[in-house]
Structure formats: C-alpha cells, structure tokens
C-alpha cells in the first residue's frame, strides 16, 4: 500500500516537475543574460524587478505582472530595439502561454456580477419610443451617464442623483400625456426665432428676434431650440446675401438632431424686387417633437464659400448664407397621435378590466417580464384613487403610465439571484433576463414583443432559438443603434460634438462634415457586421463611405450627391479606421495634431495596450513655436530626452507620427506650418514606418492582438461591467472560438450572446441552498 501510495504522489509531482525544467530551460536563461540587465533591484527599469520573478511559481502567484511581460514580448517591446534579440525568445513566449492556459483550465468557471443599473439617456429614449410610441429627447433633459471602462452603460459608475430622480419624475408626466394625447395645446400659435449674433456686424439681425444662435460653419446657422409641443410648425428660414447675377443656385436644407428634415433649391441671385429686404425669408412645414432639438439650417455641398475670406463670406454683397430661423406653431392636430392607439389596446370607458387590461399589458413590456398580480393590484389601486378624485378613465390610465415609469422595475436593469448549491453562487439567468441583455446589447432598447413570447416560451437559452433570434435582430432597423453606441463609444466619435477646432486655422470645419465623418464611421463598422467581415478589415479596408461633401473635403474625385455610397479607395492615403477623418478629429488638439494622443488612441482602442498615466509634472509644449519656429517633431524629440518619458513615447510617437499626413480635422497635408511633414518612425520592434499606409501594413499582422481587444470592448459593452482578472478564462474561451470563425464580426455577436458570462451570473451574496 505504501509503494501505490508513493508511486501515485510521483506521478502527481511530474507536471509540476516539468514545469520548473521547462522554466530553467526556456525562461531562467533570458531572464539572467537578457531582462535582469535592466530590471533588478537597483536599475528597476518600468518600475519592474524581474529577480522576484525567477522560479515557475511566479507566473502563478504575479499573473498580472507576468501578463504585461507577455504582452511586450509579443508586442516586440522587449527587449528594446538596441538589445540583441535572443534566439530562444519564441519558446520563452511559448512557455508563458502554455503555462496561462494550464492556470485558466484549473479556475472555476466565473460570469461575473453585472451590478443594477439605471438605464442610460440612449436607453431611455429609445425605451420610450418602443413602449409608447413617444420621443423623448434625453440628450438635453437628462445629466451626462457617468463612464467606466470605455462606456456609458457600466452599473459599477452609474448612479440616481437627486437631479436624476427629479428628472425621471418629471418626463413621466410629460411622457404619459403625450402619449395619450392629452397634452392642452396653446390657444394660438407661438412663435419664436433666431438670428446669428455671433455676426451680428456683418449681417442685419431679423426684427423682433428674441433667441440666440451660433454659426456652424461658413454655410450653416445651428441653434438649440426647445420645441414645447409636438406638432407640425411652419419653419421661416432667412437667408442673407446674394452672389451675383452668375451665381448658381444651392440647395437648402434644415436638419432636428442631425437628421435632414426639408430641403429645397434657392437661387443665389439678388431677388428682382425694387425694395431689397435684409434678409429672404422663406417658410415651409415640418413635425416637431417636444423637447429641446438641435436644428440646422444652411447650404448642402455648397463649396462657394471656401473659396472666400470670412468678411467676404459674411458680406451680403459678394455671398448669399443663412442668417435666421423662426418657429411658427404648433397646428391644432386634427387627430389623436398614434402612440394613443398604440397604447389603449381597449377602450378605458368601458370599464375597470379593460383598463386593467391596458395597464396590465403596459406594465408586462415596460418590466421586460411576467407582472405579478401584486403588481397589478397596487397599479389599480392608484386608478381607482384617480377616478375617486374625478379624473377621467384617459387620465386615469395616464396615471398608472407615470407609476410605471417611475417603478425600479422599469427604470433598472434588475436581475434577480437565485438559490444555488453552486460554492461561487453562480447561475443561469432566466430566459426574461437573457432577452434583455440580448435587447440593450443589440438595440440600447427593450425586447419587442416576440422576444418577449420566445422567452415566456422558456426556449431562448437553446442555443439554436437564440441564434435565430439575433439573426433576425440584427436585420432589425433598431440594430443600427449597436453600431451607433458601440463605435461611438469605442472609437470615441462622440467627442465629435464637442470639439471646436480653431475657426481661424481650421475654416473648412462645419457641422455638415462634422456629421458625414460620424456617418461614414458608423457605416463602415455596419457593413464589416453585415457581411460578416473578417475584423481585420478595421485596418486594412481598401473602401470607406461617403457623399459629395465628404469626399471634396477628402480630396476624393467623381462622389456625386448627398447621399453615402461605398467607394473604393484609389490611393494608399486613406483606408480603415486609421483613414477616418472623425479618428483623425477626436485624436487632436483644437489648434494642432497631437501625436501622443493618436499613438495613446491606437494602442488603447485597436491594440488593446494602453500606457500608463503621464506624470503630473510634465511641461506643456510651447504652441507659438509649433510649425513656425520649430516642428511638432523636433518639440517632442526634446520633450522624449527626458528618461522618465521616454519608455513610453517610444511606443506611442512613432503611432501618431505615422498619422502626421493628417491635420487636426482629418485633411491630408504635406505640410505642417512651414515645415514638410516627417512621417516617419521605428516600433519598439525594430518595424520602420513611414506614413499611414506603412502603418497599416505594419499593424495587419497583429489581427490576434486587434481581436482580443475588441472581444473585451465587446464584452464590457455586452456586459454593463469591465474584464478584470477573473476574467482571463472567458475571454480565452471567446478567443478561441472566435478563431475557428476567423475572426469575422457578426460571428463574435454571436459567440458573446453565448458565453458564459453573457447567460450567467453570480450572486452578489452567496446563497447556498438547504440541505
């Protein structure tokens, strides 16, 4: 007996035996003749000593240290370019690897815990439209969503300040009447307008003006505007100016929230009147939402004014442009709107069932779950206390719609724990959960109702039910929003509406090209998803979209038209992300490129290796001098001299100096201020750049590293909550499966609806179920 005993521990201590061989064998050696140069207790180069680190344990007990080694060893980092590469690296490499994969096969399996969340503005707007048939503006209603991790939608960082609460309590009065057309509209209509004040030298502001406004760009007049009824309103736009009897005609457009509303051909020639007024005016009808909108108004590819200075483009004389808006309205509607016949499946005068019938089948979309009949009851109860005050059976159904949409049920993202033997609390979610995180991760929006049935049906888990099911909701209009938050979370397109480059240096800036650049962005993400294209076509695509505006900005010849097309790309200038001026735009400084910031963003968004914070006490770079007396490039080269900055500017300068053809707003130049732009530049692997195409090509081989970076950005948005450490198994497995679909992207919806921590979670508190 002892003999079996001994022979079975032998056998037990071979694997780790092996282990420790392998480790003296294929890591000690470049560990001690290599690394420990630099990394020792006394260097401590990157705050790293790697004599802690010289047996196998480490790479268990200091996973997250030994992780960022891997890292740049596969990313080439190390050993820097000056120290010779020895030949054993690729097994010292393979060693770590195999050794992670061996620790992640013996951890238990772990989803994770989403924690409750608020919904998010996009969230709510786009609820509220599902539900009731109603758009609500959240973008200037509601506060900014705090972020976490790249995202808005992080239940970690979310939380209901009173301002919020306040906010929540407010827009479900004003969302309930709308919706049931009960909102008492005015006795007549108002009216309100806007002129350019921020002009107001150059053109004649419009008699009884009582807003303000901002230009957007030399051909557009922007304001925001709140709109106090929904309703059709007759539009007056007034347009300055004229060019000259040769001048040709231009189109005018008006645009709510970046989506065009009207459009119409104006002539640019002095109108043939004895009396010219200061300003034509000219009017035309559109529907309006409640809510406070963003609206436009100017010339679609109008190309005239670049062509002048600001005076003269301002200067009635030599220019026609747009200078005031008015809203005249709303109209007395002549019917209910369709959210009411949406909303009152029975007629609430016929008696308490019908509207329970109403509430009831309200309440069971809005919770994204059966309703108790506990539920019900308190609903009714709040029904029957409004009828008791005289309210009628509409106002009393109004009522319960407020109670609704104030409930946690419906504002949070609730999923309950369950009772599980399981020692980590882990468990399955319920197939009414599972479609709503399927919902918001697809469409930011609710499950629509046969979502909702293949859920109550308890089928959605099968995995076949719920493939068919993405399929068909990824077919969905509704789906454009994944494109829409997702890419404009992750490759930060957003910030387009707040940045403000310099008029004076960057004039070809507008609100126009500011939105074809978010187009042309989220178009590309929707056709590689729709093609199911292979993830590395985020840097090699040799094709991008756009409409006439965007492709004279680019310098892209024969784009005819407002509307967006797939164009081949003829030149080796632009392609992938890191051809998109919106890339270009958000990476940059107001007044100048910046390449930290675009070498920061490359590494941080498509390579999934983001530096470490700078130090507080790094000196600005003098901008007067920048482009005139010295180069960008020569300013930085002094600031790298710097040894506590160096390490990672190696990594990120030669990124943003490959992205150096492309100014602050996403143009392509040869020049910066007086000096020739140098593109060029050395990885910390050796690999030499020498402009944007060289850098695509260098970047094509490291599809892997892009792939998992977009597994975790997909997983966090999927999600609600980061990767973290617990994390490295799901991820690997993703990964792996992934892989076997070649890394296409409509295939990764598919492999996060699946995995475990999409259809799992665990308890917050352990429950552990009676014996």
Avoid at 660 to 666: K, L, P, S, T, Y
Wanted: glycine share 6%.
């Amino acid at each position: 007996m002892k003999t079996v005993v001994i022979f079975l521990l032998a056998l037990l201590l071979v694997p780790v035996a092996s282990a420790r061989a392998d480790f003296e064998n294929e890591v000690r050696p470049i560990l001690e003749n290599t690394c420990v140069a630099c990394h020792n207790d006394e260097k401590l180069e990157g705050d790293l000593n790697l004599k802690l680190l010289d047996h196998a344990g480490s790479i268990a007990s200091d996973r997250a240290v030994w992780n960022k080694i891997l890292k740049r060893l596969r990313e080439g980092e190390m050993p820097p370019p000056q120290v010779k590469k020895p030949p054993e690296l690729p097994g010292m490499i393979a060693y770590i690897e195999r050794t992670f994969v061996a620790l992640d096969k013996d951890l238990k399996p772990d989803p994770g815990r989403v924690t409750a969340k608020h919904f998010t503005r996009t969230e709510y707007r786009n609820t509220i439209r599902d539900l009731l048939g109603v758009d609500f503006q959240t973008l200037h209603e509601f506060p900014v969503d705090d972020s976490g991790d790249g995202f808005d939608n992080i239940g970690d960082v979310l939380s209901v300040s009173p301002l919020l609460a306040e906010k929540y309590l407010q827009a479900a009065e004003r969302i309930s009447a709308r919706a049931l057309g009960l909102v008492k509209q005015p006795d007549k209509p108002l009216f309100l307008s806007y002129a350019d004040d921020e002009h107001y030298e150059e053109v004649v502001a419009a008699n009884g003006n009582n807003g303000s406004a901002h230009s957007a760009g030399l051909s557009f007049l922007e304001v925001n505007h709140r709109v106090d009824y929904d309703g059709v309103y007759v539009i007056q736009a007034g347009l300055a100016g004229q060019r000259g009897a040769q001048g040709k005609p231009v189109t005018m457009g008006f645009w709510m929230d970046n989506k065009l509303l009207h459009s119409e051909e104006v002539p640019t020639t002095r109108p043939n009147t004895v009396y010219f007024a200061p300003y034509e005016k000219r009017e035309f009808k559109v529907f309006l939402p409640e809510g406070v909108h963003n609206f436009r108004l100017g010339f679609i590819n109008d190309e005239f004014p670049a062509k002048l200075t600001k005076r003269q483009a301002y200067s009635s004389g030599s220019n026609k442009y747009p200078t005031f808006i008015g809203f005249l309205g709303p109209e007395r509607p002549t019917e209910p709107p369709a959210s009411r016949k949406m909303i009152l499946i029975r007629d609430p005068d016929s008696g308490p069932e019908a509207i329970e019938k109403i509430v009831s089948t309200l309440a069971r979309r809005a919770f994204r779950r059966p309703v108790t009949k506990e539920e019900v009851d308190k609903l009714m109860k709040l029904v029957a206390t409004a009828q008791a005050e005289g309210l009628t059976p509409e106002q009393c159904v109004q009522v319960a719609i407020e109670a609704i949409l104030v409930s946690p049920a419906f504002l949070f993202h609730v999923e309950q724990p369950q009772t599980t033997a399981d020692s980590g609390g882990v468990h399955r979610i319920s197939d009414f959960e599972l479609a709503s995180r399927l919902s918001y991760f697809l469409w930011s929006s609710m499950p629509d109702d046969a979502l909702l049935d293949v859920a109550e049906s308890g089928s959605l888990s099968k995995p076949e039910v719920l493939d068919a099911q993405i399929a068909r909701m990824l077919k969905d209009p509704k789906a454009s929003a994944l494109s829409e938050n997702f890419v404009g979370q992750w490759l930060e397109v957003r910030n387009l509406d707040s940045i403000k480059p310099d008029p004076d240096k960057f004039p070809a800036w507008s609100a126009e090209i500011r939105e074809a650049m978010r187009v042309e962005t989220v178009m590309l993400f929707e056709s590689i998803l729709q093609e199911n294209r292979p993830v590395s076509e985020f840097l090699t695509a040799r094709y991008t979209f756009l409409n006439e505006s965007l492709a004279r900005y680019y310098g892209i010849p024969d784009v005819v038209g407002n509307g967006f097309r797939r164009v081949d790309l003829k030149t080796d200038e632009r392609g992938g992300v890191l051809g998109l001026g919106s890339v270009m735009a958000v990476s940059s400084y107001p007044s100048r490129t910046s390449v930290v910031i675009r070498g920061k963003y490359i590494l941080d968004n498509l390579l999934g290796s983001p530096p470490p914070p700078p130090p507080a006490d790094v000196p600005a770079l003098d901008e007067e001098t920048v482009g005139t007396k010295m180069s960008l490039r020569q300013q930085l080269e002094k600031h790298r001299a710097d040894p506590t900055c160096a390490s990672c500017h190696a990594k990120m300068d030669p990124l943003g100096f490959a992205l150096e053809n492309f100014d602050a707003i996403g143009r392509w130049r040869t020049q910066d201020g007086e000096f020739p732009v140098d593109s060029s530049g050395v990885l910390p692997d050796g690999t030499t750049l020498s402009g944007p195409a060289s850098l695509r090509e260098a970047l094509a081989p490291r599809t892997s590293q892009l792939a998992q970076c977009m597994v975790e950005k997909m997983l966090v948005y999927a999600l609600g909550r980061g990767v973290n450490h617990n994390d490295h198994r799901n991820v690997a497995d993703i990964m792996e499966a992934w892989k076997e679909k070649e890394y296409r992207l409509e295939s990764l919806i598919h492999i996060v609806a699946h995995s475990l921590p999409f259809q799992s979670r665990r308890n917050e508190t352990v429950i552990v179920a009676a014996q």
